[in-house]
């Protein structure tokens, strides 16, 4: 599966951002997408994630209660939305997915090998 991101930009906290990821190609009815981020000299942490076939949602603490992950089938689009953006929350932002992938290792992203390019949320404060 191919994943194409769109959105990001640049906000003031307590601003709302949307971020989209389009699959394109072959997909499993397993198949698991979403979002991880990176904050320069960080490492690459898990956002939240959806299961495309049940829509059940899996959110980092970090972000629950402020991000909403959905999926939009017509359209092979997983969105992401941000509310309540906070400084913290600047990185750059991938989109990936996995058609093999075990609930237990949802967080963790060696365990997806597609990926889209990334796309810069910057907060200021």
């Known amino acids: 599966v191919q994943l194409q991101a769109s959105g990001g930009g640049l906000v003031q906290a307590g601003g709302s951002l949307r971020l989209s990821c389009e699959a394109s190609g072959s997909t499993s009815s397993r198949l698991i997408m979403g979002w991880f981020r990176q904050a320069p000299g960080k490492e690459r942490e898990f956002v939240a994630v959806?299961?495309?076939?049940?829509?059940?949602?899996y959110y980092s603490d970090s972000v629950k209660g402020r991000f909403t992950i959905s999926r939009d089938s017509a359209k092979n689009t997983v969105v992401l939305q941000m509310n309540n953006l906070k400084p913290e929350d600047t990185a750059v932002y991938f989109c990936?997915?996995?058609?093999?992938?075990?609930?237990?290792?949802?967080?963790?992203?060696?365990?997806?090998?597609?990926w889209g390019q990334g796309t810069l949320v910057t907060v200021s404060s």
């Open positions: 990936a997915a996995s058609s093999s992938i075990i609930l237990s290792n949802i967080r963790y992203s060696k365990n997806y090998n597609n």
């Open positions: 959806i299961n495309y076939s049940t829509r059940r949602t």
